[in-house]
């Protein structure tokens, strides 16, 4: 369907806007070197079914945290709620940093979570792409353009790289297989027309 915002693809009750398929991306660690886990307005955005499993894998990674990371959690248990009313990690008191961030010294920052083994947020993994629920019980998919992550983007543009196709593994974690052969024939379709 297409609209003021442009084509939407819907795929079951989700909803994807046109610039997840017709943007680039491809993330450039060795330029940002994480900065996206220590910048923001409020931590990561959190799904009610991570909760638990976050709680349980705590002890595998909280070593990796730093102090402030530990006291945060502390504090404020795995996650807080945003100004938007949203469930988020929680950040470090006095920081835009998220609790779960781990530094190694070399001026980078890794998520203890995932360097410990362990699967992070599905939102970190999706990123730049955002999920909003919708009034009827649906999901939309939209990219977040972050000036954090212009050299991403750029790289995509120079790899050709779309972010539906950066972010096949994690949209098929969270998805399903078939809802991503269902997105990638929409794209491809979609990119023949433009």
């Not at 070399?106 to 629920?133: F, M, N, V």
Request: proline letters at 5%; one cysteine or more; hydrophobic letters at 35%.
């Amino acid at each position: 369907m297409r609209g003021d915002f442009g084509t939407i693809i819907q795929i079951g009750e989700v909803l994807v806007s046109e610039d997840v398929v017709s943007e680039f991306f491809s993330c450039d660690y060795p330029v940002c070197k994480g900065v996206c886990c220590i910048e923001g307005d409020s931590g990561a955005p959190l799904e009610e079914r991570e909760l638990n499993a976050l709680e349980r894998a705590y002890p595998s990674f909280s070593h990796l945290m730093t102090e402030k990371g530990r006291k945060a959690v502390g504090e404020k248990g795995f996650f807080e709620i945003d100004r938007d009313g949203d469930l988020v990690t929680p950040l470090s008191e006095g920081s835009p940093e998220c609790a779960f961030c781990h530094f190694p010294g070399d001026g980078s920052c890794l998520c203890s979570i995932e360097k410990a083994g362990r699967a992070k947020p599905i939102s970190c993994s999706l990123y730049p792409i955002r999920i909003t629920r919708l009034t009827g019980g649906g999901l939309a998919l939209n990219v977040h353009h972050w000036d954090i992550c212009k050299p991403a983007f750029e790289k995509g543009r120079r790899e050709g790289i779309r972010v539906y196709q950066f972010l096949k593994g994690p949209l098929s974690e969270r998805f399903g297989e078939e809802f991503w052969t269902a997105l990638d024939a929409a794209a491809k379709h979609l990119l023949q027309e433009g």
